[in-house]
Nanobody, 113 residues
Framework: VQFVESGGGLVQPGGSLRLSCAAS????????MIWYRQAPGKERELVAT????????HYADSVKGRFTISRDNAKNTVYLQMNSLKPEDTAVYYC???????WGQGTQVTVSS
């Protein structure tokens, strides 16, 4: 099982980024996918989840209305569209699947002017 996150970077407050996570080593379309983030000195927190077919999505209150999770089962990829970014969104973002136990290297998102 492998996850490769990409798309992070430095962005100004109010800006947008789209993260991608390419998954391999399991039948992607059978499992819900999850985005987490970890800010410096803080515990890892759940950001968003999406069901196996993409019909059900859940978001942390802190990102609701600003972030959108989606997936492409043909490409074994899950996405996180992040709009109206705030400095408190600064973190390393990770994806994983519903069974857990595996993590990618993450992608750094820094929101700063």
């Amino acid at each position: 099982v492998q996850f490769v996150e990409s798309g992070g970077g430095l962005v100004q407050p109010g800006g947008s980024l789209r993260l991608s996570c390419a998954a391999s080593g399991f039948t992607f379309s059978r499992y819900a996918m999850i985005w987490y983030r970890q800010a410096p000195g803080k515990e890892r927190e759940l950001v968003a989840t999406i069901s196996s077919a993409g019909g059900t999505k859940h978001y942390a209150d802190s990102v609701k209305g600003r972030f959108t999770i989606s997936r492409d089962n043909a490409k074994n990829t899950v996405y996180l569209q992040m709009n109206s970014l705030k400095p408190e969104d600064t973190a390393v973002y990770y994806c994983t699947y519903q069974l857990g136990g595996y993590w990618g290297q993450g992608t750094q998102v820094t929101v700063s002017s």
